[in-house]
């Protein structure tokens, strides 16, 4: 029998140069030409769950205690949990070395296969970001990890900020699998004049380390 | 080409750069820094165009675009403002407008005709009778309007555009602009800057007139430039013009793309706390007789030519001005080698009496008190007229350039757009600000000031006083700013003259239009007596400068020719944009952003013909015969495989999850089974069908359930809606795109499904409306349907999208036996025409409702009316007999199928056909119609009217549904 594979929504013209089988998926670890950033990562293949509960403060996913403001996030352990509304949070696994299951309680459901996952990640990812959205990742009131759900490049997203740092800014992005092609297509466009280029899961997992 | 000065410290040009251009075919050099317009006039060009409706001859009058004089075809681009347009090399210029050339223009004889054309003539004349209309007004198309332009042209360049936040933006980078942005930087607020010439400056930018003790404006324009760009919290866009002012302080403008930029132009959008307007001043036309004569042109103009591109911008210059500006550019100009014939002005005292001296230090002749009346010279300025302002003498002298301004006057567009509004000050002789909009600010000479440190110290002040918006200063740091304000010169006296002692036939008031005094006058007489009327009846204003030139003195003539006692009246309304641009700019990247399939590069790779099909793009065909001929028949006779992932696909869960369901489906959803799977609608309060789909009972509390397509996006909305005072526990999650769908259908897909998966699927284990959840090799796990949308015996297979691939391999390699096949949207679409399945927004609309359709069997009347949306108006409506029908039709003599959306007839229109095909499985025409109660009888002839039919119509006759397999027996084979 033919081994089954995963496909990811994301596409990229780049060679990979390394990758890694898990859990079906192909995973590219590192791409022919990175660059030096910014750099624009595949995560959809990183488990990603919904979280529903009417009394959200008594959940605690993972052992994390989910932030109680909305728009709040928590990255503890490889898992980020972003506080959605009064009762829902997303929760992304980020750490390629844990990869977790979800836990077999009602409130749960496994949405890693809605939505595409990426990271754009290095320096002038905020340039990059004003040229697809009104949103206002600079906010001096916003502390990062920070959630927003809004428009990206027209299309209702969920973009979780992880740095404002300079060179080491930083964030996430979630929206439907379906606008795979378009939304990757619209982000390298918007960032090739900052020289953003593909690159594989290691370059994420060596900047959220340092984060 | 004319010498040019290259020693002035304030040259925007480099002149060891030439820049090759083409003009009417023939090649010129111009050089590095110039605008299209400064690079012609170093040519000699002075006659740019023909205006609009008399084609009289237009040159350089503004040099910042305020009229439509130089809208030239460049590149074949019409109507590109050559004044703003920096000249790249390879250019190639047209005139625009004229018949033979700009400077022989054959249509100038219409000059001549003005008296045939007084205002509102179109109104006036060309309706009597009404027949002339329709010939008049292509003649009129063809000689009116500036530039012509090809249905298929392509815009070249490239577009972008970028969504900005700041706290404060600040529209003009002169000193105003720039120290209000240094304001408030300095409190560590984040600052945009736009200005809209290629460079910070502004007024200052190119005067050499002493800003203090050894310090000219020019240097000081500089200092304050190189401070505002050491702030890192000031983003400063040059060569950027704000076109609109918005609620909450949206501001919007285009930024044109230097050499390296990655763009042409490209559009901004900022949402800022507070908006600082210091847009600076214009000047306000002098009005004579042939006051737009090529040679005629304001101070700004004449001094710019000079002191930013080199270039003098006549040999022998009359002045009639009507501020200390005028006498400053006059001695510059003189110095640099203008001969000054003489200078009028229009006030009577008032002037600064050190550039008096100069004057008369410099032997010029100075008239105070005077004004220009006429340009004479039928192309060009030959001579000018001057009258003292009672018109009581005159003189006239030789010259080939007057330089002709009545005064300063506010850019207030921004603060107006914004909603702010203006008031007439006797002492500026401007519309002033009087109630600005919410945490907006003006500064600088908008407000009339004319001292250099004045207009900084309002910068100052406007700057902190959005700082104050934003919460970051103190009342007492803003109260300092302003005594410091108060302890400067104010505004300065403005003078109040609008048009020179002339009758005005041929005084412009408004260039773009050609809108006379004259025209002016007539309206008023008509009865139009305010600007808005007067605009609208003239036209004064319409043009592409979008009322640069006529602005304020329009409302100041208007208020002057009727004797107001006081000016009460206000300029007329100016919109966005501001200052014109391209659409492409407006469209920016205008990336496609559609939702594809996890099958759509496989169906691609099978020849998958594309449709967008609201937010998806869909394979809607697999062949060039669009009528789907093979995909119909492989699918009712073998097998075929659908991508069905569109389809709206939902959990909903929780202790309460049934009573929504209740709520907002018109089935008994208590009555769905664990493995069943049932049919059911939602309705809108108004019982007309909004959704319908398939609902799966998952687990204790748990459903899955599917919605239309189209539908899907609003689902979750829709039933948190109408539960929202309900305080129930559930929770919904869309799972529309992690799940793929494939729908297997025709006699032929048992066989091929059941060499994939490992468990039975026989008819007596898998049964019709059976539901079942299993895996592929043990991994991929699977929901599977046994449904019969296209009437076939069929498997709708949910698989999660990231594994499709591979799942639709598989079903290909097992069918490759079978020659299975791909079927697309259109062939689905006949098959469960035939069937008379319906498909919503196809067999209904925004006002078919569930009964209609024929669906009222999915409605439980035993649910209590509040619980069910819709169900208390379908109550109302199954006693109406005046609602449309869903019938079913035949096509008479065989004929072919009418076209979706045609009508149902006799002497009213009495229904209209909702999806009809030829159908290849029946050998003839079929289709739904929907129609008035009486004509759905079985029998019924209908007439069915086409679009551009004329008198022919075609006819069906109403029969029973379905046409295909009507017992049902192949779906439950």
Same mark, same amino acid.
């Given at each position: 029998?033919?081994?089954?594979?995963?496909?990811?929504?994301?596409?990229?013209?780049?060679?990979?140069?390394?990758?890694?089988?898990?859990?079906?998926?192909?995973?590219?670890?590192?791409?022919?030409?990175?660059?030096?950033?910014?750099?624009?990562?595949?995560?959809?293949?990183?488990?990603?769950?919904?979280?529903?509960?009417?009394?959200?403060?008594?959940?605690?996913?993972?052992?994390?205690?989910?932030?109680?403001?909305?728009?709040?996030?928590?990255?503890?352990?490889?898992?980020?949990?972003?506080?959605?509304?009064?009762?829902?949070?997303?929760?992304?696994?980020?750490?390629?070395?844990?990869?977790?299951?979800?836990?077999?309680?009602?409130?749960?459901?496994?949405?890693?296969?809605?939505?595409?996952?990426?990271?754009?990640?290095?320096?002038?990812?905020?340039?990059?970001?004003?040229?697809?959205?009104?949103?206002?990742?600079?906010?001096?009131?916003?502390?990062?990890?920070?959630?927003?759900?809004?428009?990206?490049?027209?299309?209702?997203?969920?973009?979780?900020?992880?740095?404002?740092?300079?060179?080491?800014?930083?964030?996430?992005?979630?929206?439907?699998?379906?606008?795979?092609?378009?939304?990757?297509?619209?982000?390298?466009?918007?960032?090739?004049?900052?020289?953003?280029?593909?690159?594989?899961?290691?370059?994420?997992?060596?900047?959220?380390?340092?984060? | 080409?004319?010498?040019?000065?290259?020693?002035?410290?304030?040259?925007?040009?480099?002149?060891?750069?030439?820049?090759?251009?083409?003009?009417?075919?023939?090649?010129?050099?111009?050089?590095?820094?110039?605008?299209?317009?400064?690079?012609?006039?170093?040519?000699?060009?002075?006659?740019?165009?023909?205006?609009?409706?008399?084609?009289?001859?237009?040159?350089?009058?503004?040099?910042?675009?305020?009229?439509?004089?130089?809208?030239?075809?460049?590149?074949?681009?019409?109507?590109?403002?050559?004044?703003?347009?920096?000249?790249?090399?390879?250019?190639?210029?047209?005139?625009?407008?004229?018949?033979?050339?700009?400077?022989?223009?054959?249509?100038?004889?219409?000059?001549?005709?003005?008296?045939?054309?007084?205002?509102?003539?179109?109104?006036?004349?060309?309706?009597?009778?009404?027949?002339?209309?329709?010939?008049?007004?292509?003649?009129?198309?063809?000689?009116?309007?500036?530039?012509?332009?090809?249905?298929?042209?392509?815009?070249?360049?490239?577009?972008?555009?970028?969504?900005?936040?700041?706290?404060?933006?600040?529209?003009?980078?002169?000193?105003?602009?720039?120290?209000?942005?240094?304001?408030?930087?300095?409190?560590?607020?984040?600052?945009?800057?736009?200005?809209?010439?290629?460079?910070?400056?502004?007024?200052?930018?190119?005067?050499?007139?002493?800003?203090?003790?050894?310090?000219?404006?020019?240097?000081?324009?500089?200092?304050?430039?190189?401070?505002?760009?050491?702030?890192?919290?000031?983003?400063?866009?040059?060569?950027?013009?704000?076109?609109?002012?918005?609620?909450?302080?949206?501001?919007?403008?285009?930024?044109?793309?230097?050499?390296?930029?990655?763009?042409?132009?490209?559009?901004?959008?900022?949402?800022?706390?507070?908006?600082?307007?210091?847009?600076?001043?214009?000047?306000?036309?002098?009005?004579?007789?042939?006051?737009?004569?090529?040679?005629?042109?304001?101070?700004?103009?004449?001094?710019?030519?000079?002191?930013?591109?080199?270039?003098?911008?006549?040999?022998?210059?009359?002045?009639?001005?009507?501020?200390?500006?005028?006498?400053?550019?006059?001695?510059?100009?003189?110095?640099?080698?203008?001969?000054?014939?003489?200078?009028?002005?229009?006030?009577?005292?008032?002037?600064?009496?050190?550039?008096?001296?100069?004057?008369?230090?410099?032997?010029?002749?100075?008239?105070?008190?005077?004004?220009?009346?006429?340009?004479?010279?039928?192309?060009?300025?030959?001579?000018?007229?001057?009258?003292?302002?009672?018109?009581?003498?005159?003189?006239?002298?030789?010259?080939?350039?007057?330089?002709?301004?009545?005064?300063?006057?506010?850019?207030?567009?921004?603060?107006?757009?914004?909603?702010?509004?203006?008031?007439?000050?006797?002492?500026?002789?401007?519309?002033?600000?009087?109630?600005?909009?919410?945490?907006?600010?003006?500064?600088?000479?908008?407000?009339?000031?004319?001292?250099?440190?004045?207009?900084?110290?309002?910068?100052?002040?406007?700057?902190?006083?959005?700082?104050?918006?934003?919460?970051?200063?103190?009342?007492?740091?803003?109260?300092?700013? %302003? *005594?410091?304000? $108060? =302890?400067?010169?104010?505004? &300065?006296?403005?003078?109040?003259?609008? !048009?020179?002692?002339?009758?005005?036939?041929?005084?412009?008031?408004?260039?773009?239009?050609?809108?006379?005094?004259?025209?002016?006058?007539?309206?008023?007489?008509?009865?139009?007596?305010?600007?808005?009327?007067?605009?609208?009846?003239?036209?004064?204003?319409?043009?592409?400068?979008?009322?640069?030139?006529?602005?304020?003195?329009?409302?100041?003539?208007?208020?002057?020719?009727?004797?107001?006692?006081?000016?009460?009246?206000?300029?007329?309304?100016?919109?966005?944009?501001?200052?014109?641009?391209?659409?492409?700019?407006?469209?920016?990247?205008?990336?496609?952003?559609?939702?594809?399939?996890?099958?759509?590069?496989?169906?691609?790779?099978?020849?998958?013909?594309?449709?967008?099909?609201?937010?998806?793009?869909?394979?809607?065909?697999?062949?060039?015969?669009?009528?789907? %001929? *093979?995909?119909? $028949? =492989?699918?009712?006779?073998? &097998?075929?495989?659908?991508?069905?992932? !569109?389809?709206?696909?939902?959990?909903?869960?929780?202790?309460?999850?049934?009573?929504?369901?209740?709520?907002?489906?018109?089935?008994?959803?208590?009555?769905?089974?664990?493995?069943?799977?049932?049919?059911?609608?939602?309705?809108?309060?108004?019982?007309?069908?909004?959704?319908?789909?398939?609902?799966?009972?998952?687990?204790?509390?748990?459903?899955?359930?599917?919605?239309?397509?189209?539908?899907?996006?609003?689902?979750?909305?829709?039933?948190?809606?109408?539960?929202?005072?309900?305080?129930?526990?559930?929770?919904?999650?869309?799972?529309?795109?992690?799940?793929?769908?494939?729908?297997?259908?025709?006699?032929?897909?048992?066989?091929?499904?059941?060499?994939?998966?490992?468990?039975?699927?026989?008819?007596?284990?898998?049964?019709?409306?059976?539901?079942?959840?299993?895996?592929?090799?043990?991994?991929?796990?699977?929901?599977?349907?046994?449904?019969?949308?296209?009437?076939?015996?069929?498997?709708?297979?949910?698989?999660?999208?990231?594994?499709?691939?591979?799942?639709?391999?598989?079903?290909?390699?097992?069918?490759?036996?079978?020659?299975?096949?791909?079927?697309?949207?259109?062939?689905?679409?006949?098959?469960?025409?035939?069937?008379?399945?319906?498909?919503?927004?196809?067999?209904?609309?925004?006002?078919?409702?569930?009964?209609?359709?024929?669906?009222?069997?999915?409605?439980?009347?035993?649910?209590?009316?509040?619980?069910?949306?819709?169900?208390?108006?379908?109550?109302?409506?199954?006693?109406?007999?005046?609602?449309?029908?869903?019938?079913?039709?035949?096509?008479?003599?065989?004929?072919?199928?009418?076209?979706?959306?045609?009508?149902?007839?006799?002497?009213?229109?009495?229904?209209?056909?909702?999806?009809?095909?030829?159908?290849?499985?029946?050998?003839?025409?079929?289709?739904?119609?929907?129609?008035?109660?009486?004509?759905?009888?079985?029998?019924?002839?209908?007439?069915?009217?086409?679009?551009?039919?004329?008198?022919?119509?075609?006819?069906?006759?109403?029969?029973?549904?379905?046409?295909?397999?009507?017992?049902?027996?192949?779906?439950?084979?």
């Amino acid at each position: 029998m033919k081994k089954l594979q995963r496909v990811s929504p994301v596409v990229f013209k780049s060679t990979p140069l390394k990758t890694e089988s898990r859990d079906n998926w192909e995973v590219v670890m590192e791409y022919n030409g990175e660059g030096d950033g910014p750099y624009l990562v595949d995560l959809s293949h990183r488990p990603r769950f919904d979280l529903q509960d009417s009394n959200l403060a008594a959940q605690k996913p993972f052992g994390i205690l989910i932030p109680e403001t909305p728009g709040d996030c928590v990255l503890e352990n490889g898992i980020l949990a972003n506080r959605m509304n009064r009762t829902q949070v997303s929760l992304f696994n980020l750490d390629a070395d844990d990869t977790v299951s979800m836990p077999d309680e009602p409130g749960y459901t496994e949405v890693t296969e809605s939505t595409l996952c990426v990271a754009l990640i290095g320096k002038n990812v905020f340039s990059i970001c004003e040229k697809l959205t009104a949103l206002d990742f600079m906010d001096q009131l916003r502390k990062a990890p920070f959630l927003f759900q809004g428009p990206f490049s027209h299309v209702p997203c969920q973009i979780v900020t992880l740095n404002k740092a300079g060179d080491k800014s930083g964030l996430i992005l979630t929206c439907s699998r379906g606008y795979g092609r378009d939304m990757i297509d619209s982000i390298l466009h918007a960032g090739e004049e900052f020289g953003l280029k593909p690159a594989g899961e290691s370059r994420f997992a060596k900047w959220i380390k340092e984060l | 080409m004319m010498n040019r000065f290259n020693h002035l410290p304030t040259l925007k040009v480099d002149t060891a750069q030439k820049i090759a251009f083409i003009y009417k075919g023939k090649k010129y050099y111009g050089v590095k820094g110039d605008t299209v317009a400064t690079a012609l006039y170093a040519n000699g060009i002075r006659i740019f165009a023909r205006s609009l409706k008399y084609h009289r001859p237009r040159g350089l009058y503004s040099l910042d675009g305020e009229c439509s004089n130089t809208c030239m075809e460049v590149d074949g681009i019409p109507n590109v403002r050559c004044e703003n347009t920096l000249l790249k090399d390879g250019m190639v210029i047209k005139e625009q407008n004229v018949k033979g050339s700009a400077e022989n223009d054959w249509m100038s004889f219409l000059d001549k005709l003005d008296w045939m054309m007084p205002a509102g003539f179109y109104y006036n004349v060309m309706h009597k009778p009404a027949k002339i209309w329709p010939i008049a007004m292509k003649q009129i198309r063809k000689a009116a309007g500036l530039g012509k332009i090809s249905p298929d042209f392509e815009m070249p360049g490239k577009f972008d555009e970028i969504f900005l936040n700041t706290d404060v933006c600040v529209i003009g980078g002169g000193p105003a602009g720039m120290m209000a942005a240094l304001g408030a930087a300095q409190k560590g607020l984040r600052v945009i800057l736009m200005e809209s010439r290629p460079w910070l400056g502004g007024f200052f930018e190119y005067r050499s007139s002493q800003y203090k003790e050894g310090e000219t404006l020019h240097n000081r324009a500089g200092q304050l430039a190189k401070e505002v760009e050491s702030f890192e919290n000031i983003r400063v866009f040059t060569h950027t013009a704000a076109v609109g002012t918005y609620n909450n302080n949206l501001v919007t403008g285009f930024q044109i793309g230097k050499k390296d930029d990655v763009f042409n132009e490209r559009y901004i959008e900022i949402r800022a706390k507070s908006v600082v307007v210091a847009a600076g001043c214009i000047e306000r036309p002098l009005i004579f007789d042939n006051n737009e004569r090529p040679g005629v042109m304001q101070i700004n103009c004449a001094l710019r030519m000079a002191k930013t591109y080199g270039l003098l911008p006549g040999k022998k210059a009359v002045f009639s001005i009507g501020h200390d500006l005028g006498l400053e550019a006059a001695l510059e100009l003189h110095d640099l080698g203008l001969a000054i014939s003489c200078i009028a002005d229009i006030r009577e005292d008032g002037q600064d009496p050190v550039l008096l001296k100069k004057i008369q230090d410099k032997n010029i002749l100075f008239l105070k008190g005077w004004v220009a009346t006429k340009a004479h010279g039928r192309k060009l300025v030959k001579k000018v007229s001057l009258a003292s302002v009672d018109g009581q003498v005159s003189k006239t002298f030789d010259c080939d350039l007057v330089v002709a301004s009545a005064g300063m006057t506010p850019v207030t567009g921004h603060i107006t757009v914004a909603q702010g509004t203006l008031k007439y000050d006797n002492h500026t002789g401007f519309f002033l600000p009087d109630q600005m909009p919410d945490k907006m600010h003006a500064a600088g000479r908008l407000l009339g000031l004319n001292d250099p440190l004045s207009i900084e110290a309002s910068g100052m002040l406007a700057g902190l006083k959005a700082a104050f918006d934003c919460e970051n200063c103190s009342i007492g740091e803003i109260g300092e700013a %302003k *005594k410091a304000l $108060e =302890n400067l010169p104010g505004p &300065v006296r403005g003078t109040k003259l609008v !048009t020179a002692p002339v009758k005005g036939r041929k005084s412009f008031i408004c260039f773009d239009e050609d809108a006379t005094i004259k025209n002016i006058k007539q309206a008023i007489e008509k009865g139009f007596d305010v600007p808005e009327l007067i605009k609208r009846f003239t036209a004064t204003g319409l043009g592409p400068g979008q009322g640069g030139i006529p602005g304020h003195n329009l409302p100041l003539y208007v208020a002057k020719y009727q004797a107001l006692p006081d000016i009460s009246i206000r300029p007329t309304n100016v919109r966005p944009p501001l200052v014109p641009t391209l659409i492409s700019t407006y469209a920016g990247v205008n990336h496609k952003m559609f939702k594809i399939t996890p099958m759509d590069e496989m169906q691609r790779k099978d020849g998958g013909i594309f449709r967008n099909i609201g937010v998806w793009q869909r394979a809607r065909y697999f062949s060039n015969d669009l009528s789907c %001929k *093979k995909e119909i $028949e =492989n699918v009712r006779s073998n &097998v075929g495989m659908l991508d069905g992932s !569109t389809l709206g696909k939902f959990r909903i869960y929780g202790p309460d999850a049934l009573k929504a369901l209740q709520r907002v489906f018109v089935s008994d959803m208590s009555r769905v089974k664990q493995g069943r799977i049932k049919y059911s609608a939602m309705c809108n309060d108004d019982g007309c069908m909004i959704d319908d789909g398939v609902v799966i009972k998952q687990g204790e509390n748990d459903y899955y359930f599917t919605t239309s397509s189209g539908r899907a996006g609003q689902t979750a909305e829709w039933i948190r809606y109408h539960t929202r005072y309900d305080g129930w526990n559930f929770a919904l999650v869309n799972l529309t795109d992690a799940l793929g769908v494939i729908n297997i259908s025709g006699p032929n897909a048992r066989k091929v499904l059941e060499k994939v998966v490992d468990i039975d699927i026989s008819n007596e284990a898998f049964g019709y409306s059976e539901y079942k959840e299993f895996k592929i090799s043990d991994t991929i796990p699977l929901r599977a349907m046994r449904l019969g949308f296209v009437g076939e015996l069929s498997y709708e297979l949910h698989v999660p999208s990231s594994y499709m691939k591979a799942v639709w391999l598989m079903l290909k390699e097992a069918g490759k036996e079978f020659n299975i096949q791909n079927f697309g949207v259109e062939a689905q679409n006949v098959l469960r025409m035939e069937k008379c399945h319906i498909i919503l927004g196809q067999e209904s609309e925004q006002r078919t409702n569930l009964l209609d359709v024929g669906l009222g069997f999915l409605w439980d009347r035993k649910k209590a009316d509040a619980k069910t949306i819709g169900a208390v108006a379908l109550h109302q409506a199954e006693k109406d007999q005046t609602r449309l029908k869903l019938v079913g039709f035949k096509m008479e003599n065989n004929s072919r199928a009418p076209r979706d959306g045609a009508l149902i007839v006799d002497d009213k229109v009495r229904g209209y056909i909702a999806t009809a095909r030829d159908s290849f499985s029946l050998n003839e025409a079929v289709g739904m119609a929907l129609v008035e109660a009486p004509l759905s009888k079985i029998g019924t002839r209908l007439t069915i009217f086409e679009d551009e039919c004329g008198d022919d119509r075609i006819y069906g006759k109403v029969v029973e549904m379905p046409f295909y397999d009507p017992e049902g027996k192949r779906m439950k084979m």
